[in-house]
């Protein structure tokens, strides 16, 4: 507990009919006078916070919380006797056995016998109430993760990369930045789920995820677009610059080993460049690149040729929300 400031000679108590009044009230009820010392407490504020009347009546509130907010407590129960509005909180406060609460307190401004100012609180404790809403602000973000990311691996899902995609097209035609896009699929990795089983290809998965956030620059998105498969968005590069990448990027994955069997794992990737395609073409024609790069037998990236109706293909610069 706190130590408190040595107080000054016993105060004179509060008014016999407010101690009378106060005094038999369901909910803790104290005065506190303009210094910030108690000068009366009820029963139900004495069980509260787990001390007897004597321990708290002419000692000073700062008793009542944890050190950390004093300063702040003093600096607020001054200032608020200038202006003498009622006022209703949340506070931290510290009990008798050193565990914390929560508690709202609604007070107001009244004045003594001698016609100082004093200040008569109302407490109710909110703790488990707070609990609850905290219990529910944690699933509720985690209801909110669970709708943008993978769960095994912590990426973009699937259906939030599609909307970053767009988003990303969108910019690109507005102010005519170049982005490019490859999809990678890691190579035979169902032999691996095969041999060594569906957790050792979950650590895969996850290690090679963490590998490829190191490797790619922060401006680049990485989704994990299902399965083995995964989705790269790199704005402010051509097609070519985007094959040099995802070159270097495999280049760097072969000189080291994933999970607990130390795995020397490769990659197959399409690249394609943005010019123009609604989302879905561009998606398409990565997809066919990736398909040639494993017909050349894995381990190798594609890049997608330029064709020459894209012009014709283009369309307004809306792009619809899409399911590929």
């Known amino acids: 507990m706190t130590a408190i400031d040595d107080t000054p000679g016993l105060l004179p108590q509060a008014q016999p009919h407010l101690r009378q ?24 504020f004495c069980e509260f916070f787990g ?14 919380l944890p050190s950390q907010h004093h300063q702040t407590a003093e600096k607020q129960h001054a200032a608020s006797f200038f202006d003498e509005l009622d006022q209703r909180r949340a ?23 001698a016609g100082q100012p004093q200040r008569i609180a109302f407490l109710v404790d909110i703790t488990e109430r707070c609990d609850i809403e905290r219990q529910l602000e944690e699933k509720n973000r985690r209801l ?4 943008t990311r993978d769960d095994l ?18 910019r690109s035609q507005r102010y005519g930045e170049k982005v490019a896009i490859a999809m990678l699929d890691l190579d035979h990795f169902k032999e691996i789920n095969d041999r060594y089983g569906h ?7 996850t290690e090679f995820s963490h590998f490829m956030i190191g490797a790619l620059r922060s401006s680049d998105t990485l989704v994990r677009w299902g399965g083995e498969e995964f989705l790269v968005i790199l704005p402010g590069v051509d097609r070519f610059s985007a094959q040099t990448t995802i070159d270097r990027v495999l280049k760097q994955l072969r000189q080291r080993t994933l999970s607990t069997p130390r795995l020397r794992v490769s990659f197959s990737a399409g690249v394609g460049e943005y010019r123009h395609q609604m989302p879905k073409g561009l998606l398409e024609e990565v997809d066919h690149a990736l398909y040639q790069a494993k017909s050349a037998g894995r381990g190798c990236v594609s890049i997608a040729p330029v064709s020459s109706a894209c012009q014709e293909r283009c369309c307004t610069p809306t792009f619809p929300s899409f399911q590929g």
Do not use: W
């Open 199 to 205: 957790a050792v290809g979950d650590e895969v998965l």
């Open 153 to 170: 691996t912590g990426l973009h899902n699937r259906r939030f990369g599609l909307e970053l995609l767009e988003q990303t097209l969108e």
């Open 21 to 44: 009044v106060l005094g038999n009230l369901p909910m803790g009820v104290c005065i506190i006078d303009l210094e910030g010392y108690l000068r009366l407490v009820n029963h139900a």
């Open 91 to 113: 506070v931290e406060v510290q009990l008798h056995d050193g565990s914390s609460r929560t508690v709202i307190i609604e007070d107001t401004i009244s004045h003594d016998e």
């Open 51 to 64: 001390y007897a009347e004597t321990d708290l009546l002419n000692a000073h509130f700062r008793k009542l």
């Open 144 to 147: 909110e993760y669970l709708a």
